[in-house]
């Protein structure tokens, strides 16, 4: 009989930006990939990944009625298909994943950590909220995979159901060869496509329109460095629901004519080529896969100083960490980046060095033992 393997996440976005080489290999393995997500505008993209597709009616609040039916789908599906795994992700689909897993004795299930809403630093309705539940469905977890440091110190202390399976692993790994800023005129070529000059200091910004991804502060202090200088712009990659929001703002900030809002964009590592630095001023994060295609493409990064970014950026050295909502002081490193290209440099060379034990291929074969130990404890 032919395994099958259930990926959950509440929305296709994660799905298809992060896992479909976990999708890949299983199915050279010979398994039946499954996914169980809330469908939308990139359906017929995942249903054309070789996998098959479950609509589930999650909402990311983890307040919404819908999510009762999200999960009465889930317990149906889990019932009638038999998985002989389940891989989770995301909040709310990962705590419903696996209390239809509980209810239907489907296991063993693997559970990854994109980030827990509790952290050092969050607000206390955050450990009031989310802590609770997931003491509870670490009960229904046969393996935990943590991504940050901050996070994996976390995990340690939740109930698992096998004591001391929680592993810490380099997120979702990346294709390291993708964002080679090669001399192959690329970097040119984007900049002339995108009306920009040569001697132009392009930040690029790469993120969902939301609340956390905090554009403001980059906006703001993009404020100041364009009275300044003439020849700075933000590029923005992403879409969301904060996108009309944003336009007021910097219309209303006066920097319109200095942003390029660029929308969904399935050319990150040219982006990258074109621009000069990596700006990410979130007020959280897991393991933000945009700062790593930064180090990859040897661009420096300026990022908040929060989990995540901080397993990935040594202040200093492949770019700089500066605190939340601090805009004097990010714009204080973009300009030591803009006038010291040699530092700039440097950073991005050690960015490359440091991305290396994120590569996908090494962790595919780390997950692959999370797997295994997984489905060596299914009949515990």
């Known amino acids: 009989m032919q395994p099958k393997i259930l990926f959950v996440a509440h929305v296709e976005n994660h799905l298809l930006n992060f896992h479909q080489p976990f999708f890949a ?12 997500t809330s ?9 054309g990944a070789g996998v098959i597709c479950h609509h589930v009616a999650f909402a990311r609040s983890p307040f919404s009625l ?10 149906q599906i889990m019932a009638q298909e038999k998985f002989s795994l389940v891989h989770v992700h995301t909040p709310v689909g990962a705590f419903l994943g696996r209390l239809a897993a509980k209810l239907t004795a489907t296991k063993p299930v693997v559970y990854t950590v994109h980030g827990f809403h509790f952290y050092q630093g969050s607000p206390v309705r955050n450990w009031l909220l989310y802590y609770p539940f997931e003491m509870l469905a670490a009960r229904w977890t046969d393996e935990l995979v943590a991504i940050n440091r901050e996070d994996y110190q976390l995990a340690k202390k939740l109930p698992l159901r096998v004591k001391g399976t929680v592993s810490l692993l380099g997120g979702v790994g990346l294709d390291l060869q993708l964002y080679c800023c090669a001399e192959n005129g690329v970097r040119s070529q984007v900049r002339d496509s995108l009306g920009f000059k040569a001697d132009d200091l392009l930040m690029l910004f790469v993120g969902e329109f939301m609340a956390g991804k905090n554009h403001l502060q980059s906006l703001h202090m993009l404020r100041e460095l364009a009275a300044e200088r003439e020849n700075v712009f933000l590029l923005l990659a ?15 900030l006066g920097v319109a004519e200095r942003v390029r809002f660029l929308g969904f ?7 990258l080529c074109t621009c000069d630095l ?3 001023t979130s007020l959280r994060e897991g393991l933000p896969r945009a700062v790593m295609e930064a180090m990859a493409a040897g661009r420096p990064v300026v990022a908040t100083d929060i989990r995540g970014n901080r397993d990935l950026i040594a202040d ?3 770019g700089f960490l500066v605190p939340v909502h601090d805009v004097e ?47 060596k404890s299914r009949l515990l």
């Open 25 to 36: 290999y299983f199915r050279a393995k010979g398994w039946q990939v499954h996914v169980a």
């Open 39 to 47: 469908m939308g505008k990139r359906w017929e993209e995942l249903a």
């Open 66 to 75: 819908s999510n009762i039916k999200a999960f009465r789908q889930l317990r």
């Open 238 to 252: 992403g879409e969301g629901a904060y996108e009309l929001e944003l336009r007021v703002l910097v219309k209303s």
């Open 265 to 271: 964009r399935r050319d990150i590592p040219d982006l």
């Open 278 to 280: 990596l700006l990410l």
């Open 316 to 318: 200093g050295e492949n």
């Open 329 to 375: 002081k990010t714009a204080e490193v973009v300009r030591k980046l803009a006038t010291d290209r040699e530092l700039a440099a440097r950073m991005g060379k050690k960015g490359r060095e440091m991305v290396k034990p994120y590569a996908l291929e090494q962790v595919l074969a780390e997950m692959e033992q999370v797997y295994a130990r997984a489905l």
